[in-house]
């Protein structure tokens, strides 16, 4: 699903890159193509179609590019393009996003933050995605003038459980270090999910675990990203903290995620949005989609040696000094969406 | 009202301070002191006892150092120390949070940003600070085996007016820019919030204002701090792009704040907490404190030139290589927080 903007642009650099490597390791992969957000909108007057979500459901896995854009930002709530973001993330039941972050070293230059603070980092972000403040009711406006407004922060303990575990799991396989972050200091919920991380915790005593408010957590981040190995946290914590926790690879443009369910069944999509501003002018960095690709690789189809084919393209392009604008320093070469994805298909090959 | 651990020793500062100013200024300064938090548990099982409430009606302007500790962790919610914060704020009508946030030229050591980045910032976040998640009802556990749980982001119309109202007064009198931080694109309550904005951005023409949603602004505010002059958001968002921003002057030790009521009366408060790990070290950063006594000799006094007296000297000190160990960096002079507070009475004077 390309959906909107430069949405468009990096899935066919995913696409691409798979051909790559399906030719040197002997797979083939086959696409389907279907719409989601402003582009289903305009379609069918539904940001996420019967037939788009039917396809998925028959797909081995899904790769979505990105959703949204001024156009269709005066539509009413329910017709947005974000809709079909959320609505998948739902019906599929995709409800641990997993982001990883990682310092490369070659674009310690773009990183705002300072060369030591930045350099091998290498921590992933759990954030559940099919709960908390996206989907709780009621989330209306009340009085008879509309005087007021609430939005609901809502769990169960089984949709807390589930991303809990999952979060330990991946930190057995990592450096066995969970930071679990809430506000467990205002928040009900947040002492409810504290109370369920030190449950789970007790199942895994290899993993070291502590707890974070996600004030304290937005400080960490930046300022000490080298502490963190996995971080599980709740759908907006997750949000703001992955964002934030990009610029420490200096660009959005550089973070992949997986979407899973809890068959295992997973959706790729860059952490990137559709840059309406960019879009269409083969500027967009298709990094952050060609590694989702190979994160799709590694989860949907337990092809490490074929995933780590792409990431080591990306790593070796990255030092050969191509750059897409978003990263531009002295001394790189920028190149387009198109040139980029070119490159990294050739040294994929 | 010190608190609990650290705040008992930068309260110490600010009076010591203050003390300072009268002398130079000719100026004389009551002070009272009341418990809050643990103190208060402690002594009279009441986070925020009634006379320390009644106090501080009757004073002209409220300090408070920071609250919380482990000792109090594992008490009832209703029986934390935090219940006294923000029992404090809601009981006095402290709707209007200002943290505003300086990258002051020799701190850029400790910032994790690097220099080109932080240097020259000068932003303020006016954080809304008696509604959202934070007060709204219903916040429980649910079901007959609470297996589920709920919090509440609840906004009135009139909330949302007066704290964007007071933006956009700030925005006014500094370099006439509001950044208004919402998640638009999923919750009600921001749309309702995005709208109130707009509706109150007619009233003041000469300001240019923009709307940004939360997980961007957590990239923007340290990938483009000097893009910032104003920004206004709801509490919990409010709460964690301030501690973000502090990064960027390189401590939360570093950011003082005011909270004011609709008839600008204010409390003043470091934003740091009370970190017990160093408490009774003497080795807290006073100067959050500190700065946090300038901003009410400005806001509730209009001591203009008393309040930079106090902010000269925070810089002289900084200027002459004096730091707390939060701060050290190599060729300073670590000292600690008496040391410290000393030396800035000495400058004041
Ligand atoms: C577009 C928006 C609804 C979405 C989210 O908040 O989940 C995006 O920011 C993301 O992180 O995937
Ligand atoms: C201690 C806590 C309840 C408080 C808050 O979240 O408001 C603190 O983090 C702050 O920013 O003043």
């Given at each position: 699903?390309?959906?909107?903007?430069?949405?468009?642009?990096?899935?066919?650099?995913?696409?691409?890159?798979?051909?790559?490597?399906?030719?040197?390791f002997g797979h083939e992969f086959e696409f389907e193509y279907a719409n989601i957000g402003g582009a289903a909108i305009d379609e069918s007057n539904n940001p996420l179609p019967n037939e788009t979500l039917k396809l998925c459901k028959q797909s081995d896995a899904v790769f979505l590019g990105a959703v949204g854009g001024p156009k269709w930002d005066s539509l009413p709530s329910h017709m947005r393009p974000e809709r079909g973001l959320l609505a998948i993330r739902k019906e599929l039941g995709l409800f641990a996003n997993l982001r990883p972050v990682i310092g490369f070293h070659s674009l310690l230059h773009s990183s705002p933050l300072k060369p030591e603070i930045a350099e091998n980092v290498n921590l992933m972000i759990v954030r559940e995605l099919t709960g908390g403040l996206y989907f709780g009711k009621p989330s209306e406006r009340r009085g008879e003038n509309q005087e007021s407004v609430v939005d609901t922060l809502q769990y169960t303990r089984k949709e807390i459980e589930r991303i809990v575990e999952k979060?330990?799991?991946l930190a057995l396989i990592r450096n066995k270090k969970l930071t679990s972050v809430d506000k467990a200091n205002v928040l009900e919920s947040s002492r409810m999910w504290r109370e369920i991380v030190n449950e789970k915790a007790s199942l895994y005593p290899q993993v070291e675990?502590?707890?974070?408010y996600v004030d304290a957590a937005?400080?960490?981040?930046?300022?000490?990203?080298?502490?963190?190995?996995?971080?599980?946290?709740?759908?907006?914590?997750?949000?703001?903290?992955?964002?934030?926790?990009?610029?420490i690879t200096g660009s959005l443009g550089m973070l992949p995620s997986a979407s899973l369910t809890e068959d295992g069944f997973g959706l790729y999509e860059p952490v990137h949005g559709s840059a309406p501003d960019i879009a269409g002018f083969n500027k967009a960095n298709p990094m952050a989609m060609i590694?989702?690709?190979?994160?799709?690789?590694?989860?949907?189809?337990?092809?490490?040696?074929?995933?780590?084919?792409?990431?080591?393209?990306?790593?070796?392009?990255?030092n050969a000094g191509y750059r897409t604008s978003d990263l531009q320093s002295v001394g790189s070469t920028v190149v387009g969406t198109e040139q980029m994805i070119n490159i990294i298909v050739q040294h994929v090959e």
């Amino acid at each position: 699903m390309p959906g909107d903007g430069v949405g468009r642009e990096v899935v066919k650099g995913a696409t691409a890159v798979l051909e790559a490597v399906g030719q040197r390791f002997g797979h083939e992969f086959e696409f389907e193509y279907a719409n989601i957000g402003g582009a289903a909108i305009d379609e069918s007057n539904n940001p996420l179609p019967n037939e788009t979500l039917k396809l998925c459901k028959q797909s081995d896995a899904v790769f979505l590019g990105a959703v949204g854009g001024p156009k269709w930002d005066s539509l009413p709530s329910h017709m947005r393009p974000e809709r079909g973001l959320l609505a998948i993330r739902k019906e599929l039941g995709l409800f641990a996003n997993l982001r990883p972050v990682i310092g490369f070293h070659s674009l310690l230059h773009s990183s705002p933050l300072k060369p030591e603070i930045a350099e091998n980092v290498n921590l992933m972000i759990v954030r559940e995605l099919t709960g908390g403040l996206y989907f709780g009711k009621p989330s209306e406006r009340r009085g008879e003038n509309q005087e007021s407004v609430v939005d609901t922060l809502q769990y169960t303990r089984k949709e807390i459980e589930r991303i809990v575990e999952k979060a330990f799991e991946l930190a057995l396989i990592r450096n066995k270090k969970l930071t679990s972050v809430d506000k467990a200091n205002v928040l009900e919920s947040s002492r409810m999910w504290r109370e369920i991380v030190n449950e789970k915790a007790s199942l895994y005593p290899q993993v070291e675990v502590e707890h974070m408010y996600v004030d304290a957590a937005a400080m960490k981040l930046i300022s000490r990203p080298k502490d963190f190995d996995v971080v599980v946290t709740e759908n907006l914590f997750g949000d703001i903290l992955s964002d934030e926790a990009s610029m420490i690879t200096g660009s959005l443009g550089m973070l992949p995620s997986a979407s899973l369910t809890e068959d295992g069944f997973g959706l790729y999509e860059p952490v990137h949005g559709s840059a309406p501003d960019i879009a269409g002018f083969n500027k967009a960095n298709p990094m952050a989609m060609i590694l989702s690709a190979a994160l799709m690789l590694k989860y949907s189809f337990n092809l490490r040696e074929e995933a780590e084919s792409i990431e080591q393209a990306v790593q070796e392009v990255l030092n050969a000094g191509y750059r897409t604008s978003d990263l531009q320093s002295v001394g790189s070469t920028v190149v387009g969406t198109e040139q980029m994805i070119n490159i990294i298909v050739q040294h994929v090959e």
